[in-house]
C-alpha cells in the first residue's frame, strides 16, 4: 500500500514537472531597424586653429619729442580718419617756424640785394666802365643768396612739418587700443612702445595653416591651372568663434601664403570676413572650418555604431538575419554620419539601432529598410 502511494506521488510530481518545462517562455526575436549601405557624395569638415587681425593693424607713434598736452580719445573708442587722438605740446616748434621763417626773410631780402648788385653792374661792364669780373662776381652771389632762399625755404617746410606733428590724427578709421602714456608723460619717436593701437576691422583676416598633405588635398579639389585661379573657385568658408558658435557671416579665403614655414611644414592662408559691426576685433581666435568634398563615400550614421576598447564597431546582417560585429575605420565625419575607409561596403546591411544589447550571432527582425531611409533623410 505505501508503495503504491509512494508510486503515485512521484508520477504526480513528474507531471508537474513536465507541465512546467512546456510552459517556459521563449525569448522573442527582437525587431529592429537595419541599413542598407550605398555609396554617396559628401562633405567632411575639418577645423583649422585660426588668428584674427583687422584689415589694418597700425601702431601710433609720435614723430617728435614732447610732453603729451592732450589725449582726445579714450580706450577702445571708435574714431575716424583723420580724427585727432593725442597733441604734444607745440610752443617749441612754433618757435622753431617762426625763427625759420626770420630767416626765410632774410635770405629773400639778400637776393633782392644781390640781384640789386647784378642789375648795377650789368651796364657799366657793356660800357667797359668796370671790368666784367665784378660783374662775374657779383653773379655767384647772387646764386648763393637763391641758394640760401632755397634753404630758408626747407627749413620752413621742415618746421612746418614739425608743427604739424604735435597733433596726431588717426591714420584710417578703427578701434583704440591701449593708452599706455597719460596726459603729461614725455613722449619720444624713440619710444618702445607706442602711444596706441589702431585697428580697423570693418573686415578682418583670419590666418590659419595647412600641412603639406592638407594643403595637397586641398588643391586636388577645385579647379585651374594655378593658385589664384583655384581661389576663384573656393566655396565660402565658416568661422567658428572661441564660444564653438558659427560666426553668422561666411568668409572668402583670398590668398595662399607664396612658401612654406620650413619650422613647422605648414603653408599661411587667408580668409577674409566681413565686420559691419564690430563683433570681431584683432587678436581673437577661433577655427576655420573647410568642407572637403568626397565622391563615392560609405556613410555609415553615428548611431549604428558602437566603441567599445577605442574601437569603432557596427552589427552587420546576413541573410539569416544573424548579425556579426564588424570593426570599421573612420576617415571623417559628415553631418550625423561618419565616412568609412574598411569594414562595411556598399550593399551591406547594418543594425541602425539598439546595438547595444546585441550579441554575436543573435538573429533580429528587420525593420523595413525603406522607412529607415526616410528617417536617415530627414536627419
Known amino acids: 500500500m505505501k508503495n503504491a502511494i509512494l508510486t503515485t506521488t512521484l508520477f504526480a510530481w513528474t507531471l508537474i514537472a513536465c507541465s512546467e518545462k512546456t510552459e517556459a517562455p521563449v525569448a522573442a526575436t527582437p525587431t529592429l531597424p537595419v541599413f542598407d549601405i550605398q555609396n554617396a557624395s559628401a562633405t567632411t569638415d575639418t577645423d583649422y586653429p585660426a588668428s584674427i587681425q583687422g584689415t589694418v593693424d597700425v601702431e601710433i607713434r609720435p614723430q617728435v619729442s614732447g610732453n603729451l598736452d592732450k589725449v582726445f580719445v579714450d580706450e577702445g573708442a571708435y574714431v575716424t580718419k583723420g580724427q585727432p587722438l593725442f597733441k604734444i605740446n607745440e610752443q617749441p616748434f612754433r618757435e622753431q617756424l617762426n625763427n625759420a621763417l626770420a630767416n626765410l626773410h632774410g635770405a629773400e631780402a639778400a637776393l633782392i640785394n644781390a640781384q640789386l648788385e647784378v642789375d648795377k653792374l650789368t651796364p657799366l661792364v657793356q660800357n667797359k666802365v668796370v671790368s666784367d669780373y665784378q660783374l662775374k662776381t657779383a653773379k655767384a652771389s647772387h646764386r648763393i643768396a637763391s641758394a640760401n632762399l632755397d634753404q630758408a625755404k626747407a627749413v620752413v617746410g621742415s618746421a612746418k612739418i614739425n608743427l604739424g606733428y604735435t597733433t596726431i590724427t588717426a591714420p584710417v578709421s578703427g578701434y583704440i587700443g591701449r593708452l599706455p602714456k597719460k596726459q603729461g608723460s614725455l613722449v619720444s619717436s624713440a619710444d618702445i612702445e607706442p602711444l596706441t593701437k589702431l585697428s580697423d576691422v570693418h573686415e578682418v583676416y583670419a590666418y590659419f595653416s595647412l600641412g603639406e598633405t592638407d594643403f595637397i588635398n586641398f588643391k586636388a579639389q577645385y579647379s585651374g591651372n594655378t593658385i589664384n585661379d583655384k581661389i576663384k573657385t573656393l566655396p565660402p568658408v565658416t568661422l567658428i568663434l572661441a564660444d564653438n558658435n558659427a560666426y553668422t557671416q561666411t568668409g572668402k579665403i583670398d590668398m595662399v601664403d607664396g612658401q612654406f614655414d620650413k619650422n613647422t611644414g605648414a603653408i599661411t592662408l587667408r580668409a577674409t570676413f566681413p565686420n559691419a559691426n564690430g563683433i570681431l576685433r584683432s587678436g581673437n581666435t577661433g577655427r576655420i572650418r573647410l568642407g572637403i568634398q568626397h565622391a563615392d563615400a560609405i556613410l555609415v550614421p553615428q548611431s549604428a555604431t558602437i566603441e567599445m576598447q577605442d574601437k569603432v564597431f557596427v552589427f552587420t546582417v546576413n541573410k539569416e538575419n544573424k548579425v556579426a560585429k564588424m570593426p570599421i575605420t573612420i576617415i571623417g565625419k ?43 533623410t530627414k536627419k
Open 334 to 376: 559628415s553631418g550625423s554620419n561618419y565616412l568609412i575607409k574598411d569594414g562595411v561596403k556598399s550593399g551591406d546591411q547594418i543594425v541602425l539601432s539598439g546595438i547595444d544589447k546585441l550579441q554575436e550571432g543573435q538573429a533580429i527582425q528587420p525593420e523595413k529598410a525603406a522607412k529607415i531611409a526616410q528617417v536617415i
